[in-house]
Structure formats: structure tokens, C-alpha cells
């Protein structure tokens, strides 16, 4: 699906004598929250063709997270008016996990149809999964339409770095469907539908809600509870218009997403693709995001403790923005360096059609993203 999204509308420039069948790079991710997690995460990928029917990929990667995660959301803390407001506190020690992954995908051409299979591995102290994964892709109409069905499957396993005895399973069966359609020599339009179904433990082991009454002196003390299934449909459409006289191209993506949770996401992101010269480009975009709660989402645990109750504020209500800028240079030794940097801003204000939920805490992170890859 990756591979299928990040079609060119122009093909590079092919050096004189040399078949590129494949490309490998390396690429190291780092992202920083406002006083809470920082996390590193270095990866490095290959893909290769073998023969006129064979294609192969794969990739692996290390996530490095430090620092601190609010672990309570509590009513006890005081505004400037005296009036209690909702805060979320660090109540562990600082976080510093470590997290492994690697993916293969094996991929068998048959003229106009190709299928592909794909296997992924995740581990880290307190979560582990196994994915697999089928992919059929059929070319129509001279390869100017791409029909597009998935289907994959990961069994995961949960466990808690404060319960010792948390070792709880989560599946979840994921489907794909997908177009993508050449609309001229210098347009496409792309859109997929997935569909999944997960059964398991999805509650938090880390988060807790601390809440306090006035008629009650002794606080509710709740622990994060969660559905034990979770079924989301997501729709993502993607635009390509290429503009030669300005040099430029024209990317427009919008991605909506919703379950059976209440919540109700849409994502929509602008950006624009300038050559500057043979080897230099550059890509500004903006993105903006909004979601609706979860309808078990609250800050506050009731003090009859219902069956489901998160006060984890991925959960709640708010919006956000996010710029970016990103610079590539092809250098004539065939390698091809790129940077990213980028700013994230999410806030209970930025949510569309009015205010958020009002303990959201305003997030702020930067992050950054450089790699380095050549075609062989």
C-alpha cells in the first residue's frame, strides 16, 4: 500500500547505461514534545528486483523513547480564579524503552497482476506483535488504472511494566480496497478504504483518573477502561497534479476515519513540490486535524466507576496544525538526500466546529527527519 500511495506523476531522470532495480538508504527520525517524550528512531531499507518477476523489500528499525508521559489526570489543581481545573500529572519515574521492528515484503509479478506478501515483527518491554499480510494489485487500460486489495492480520500481546501479571492478547483483521486513477499525463487521483476489526485488551495500564468531590472526602481513584473490541473504517484519497511551466506539483491528501469508539477524525494536508534547478526541491505543506471523543472519554471518574471510562486525552476532543518543510538534493554520485522539519500543535481551540473538550492540555512537538538513499 506504501509502494501504491507514493507513485511519481515524473519518473527521474534514468542515467545513460545504468538499470535501476532497486534502492537502498538509511534515514534516522527524531521528535520532541514540549516537556514530556523525546523519542529517536533510526531505520534502514532496501528493495531489490530479481529477474522481470521478482521484487523484494524490507526494512528495520529501533525506536529510542525518553522522558516523561502524564500517567493521572486530576481535578485537584487550582486556576488563577480559584476554580478547580483538570491537570495531567507525572506520576511514574521517566520513561526509556526501547522499541525493535522489521518488515519483509516478497512480491510476484504475472504480466498486469502482482501479488505480494508481507511479514512484520514489533518488540519492546511491554508489547510485542506479529503481522502478516496479502496484497493483490491489477494494472487496467494501458497501466492508467490500478485496482488495489489487502488484507492483513496481527496478533499482539500486552503487557505492563507495573503488573507483572498483564500478559493479555489483542487481534485485529485489517481489509483494503483501492483505486488509483491516471486522470492525464500530468494528474492522478488515488483512493483507498481499509476496514478493521480488532478483539482484545486495549485498556492502558499506565494511565489512571484522580478525581475529587466536594461532598465526598474521599477521592475516586479509577483505572483506565476500555472496550475490549475496537472495529474503525478509514477512507484516504490523494491528489497529484503536476504543473511544468511553474515546475511544481500539487499534493492534496484527505484521510477521514471513524469507529465504533465515537470517534470521528478528519485529516486534510496541502502541500506543494518545487524543483529548483535539476537537483534541488523543495516541499512546504500544512496539515490539519480534528476529532471528535471517544463516547466513553471523560476527565472526571463518576463515583459509581462505570464499565468503560478513559481519561487519556488521545481520546478527547481537539484539532491541530501542523507545518513542514521538506529539502531534497540528488547529488551525480546517485545519492539522494532529504531533510524534514516539522511542527505539531494540537489544542481543544483547533477543533472544528467549536471548542474541544475543555481538559484537553495543549500538546506542542517539533521533529525532524533526515535520510540518505541511492537507486542501484
Not at 355 to 369: C, V
Amino acid at each position: 500500500m506504501k509502494a501504491a500511495l507514493a507513485l511519481p506523476i515524473l519518473a527521474l531522470p534514468t542515467r545513460a547505461g545504468a538499470a535501476e532495480t532497486g534502492e537502498v538508504g538509511f534515514s534516522t527520525l527524531g521528535y520532541k514534545e514540549r516537556g514530556l517524550i523525546k523519542v529517536t528512531e533510526p531505520l534502514l531499507w532496501l528493495r531489490a528486483k530479481l529477474g522481470e518477476d521478482w521484487e523484494v523489500a524490507a526494512s528495520g528499525a529501533v525506536d529510542v523513547v525518553t522522558g516523561a508521559s502524564p500517567e493521572l489526570i486530576t481535578n485537584r489543581d487550582r486556576a488563577s480564579n480559584g476554580e478547580a481545573r483538570f491537570a495531567q500529572t507525572v506520576t511514574g519515574a521517566s520513561i526509556n524503552d526501547r522499541r525493535t521492528t522489521a518488515d519483509a515484503k516478497v512480491t510476484r509479478h504475472f504480466g498486469d497482476f502482482a501479488l505480494s506478501v508481507t511479514r512484520a515483527v514489533s518488540n519492546e518491554e511491554d508489547y510485542r506483535s506479529r503481522a502478516f499480510g496479502v496484497e493483490a494489485r491489477l494494472d487496467l487500460d494501458q497501466r492508467n488504472t490500478t485496482l488495489t486489495a489487502g488484507f492483513g492480520r496481527s496478533a499482539d500481546r500486552v503487557r505492563s511494566s507495573v503488573d507483572a501479571t498483564l500478559d493479555a492478547p489483542r487481534d485485529t483483521k485489517e481489509y483494503l480496497l483501492g483505486v488509483t486513477q491516471l486522470l492525464s499525463p500530468l494528474a492522478l487521483v488515488q483512493s483507498t478504504v481499509s476496514v478493521a476489526r480488532g478483539r482484545g485488551w486495549y485498556n492502558d495500564p499506565y494511565k489512571l483518573t484522580l478525581s475529587f468531590y466536594p461532598d465526598d472526602p474521599i477521592p475516586v481513584l479509577a483505572p483506565d477502561q476500555r472496550p475490549d473490541h475496537r472495529n474503525s473504517m478509514a477512507w484516504l484519497t490523494r491528489y497529484r497534479r503536476h504543473f511544468p511551466g511553474a515546475g511544481g506539483t500539487l499534493q492534496v491528501d484527505y484521510r477521514y476515519y471513524r469507529d465504533d469508539w465515537g470517534i470521528r477524525a478528519h485529516a486534510l494536508e496541502g502541500a506543494w513540490e518545487q524543483a529548483l534547478g535539476e537537483r534541488w526541491s523543495i516541499r512546504p505543506a500544512l496539515r490539519y486535524y480534528t476529532q471528535q471523543a471517544a463516547d466513553f472519554y471523560s476527565p472526571l471518574a463518576p463515583e459509581m466507576q462505570p464499565a468503560v471510562q478513559s481519561s487519556d486525552q488521545r481520546l478527547a476532543s481537539f484539532g491541530g496544525l501542523s507545518p513542514s518543510l521538506r529539502v531534497t538534493l540528488r547529488l551525480e554520485s546517485g545519492f539522494v538526500v532529504e531533510g524534514t522539519a516539522g511542527y505539531l500543535h494540537n489544542a481543544a481551540a483547533l477543533h472544528a466546529g467549536g471548542s474541544g473538550s475543555p481538559a484537553f492540555e495543549t500538546l506542542r512537538a517539533i521533529y525532524g527527519l533526515l535520510s540518505v538513499s541511492r537507486a542501484f
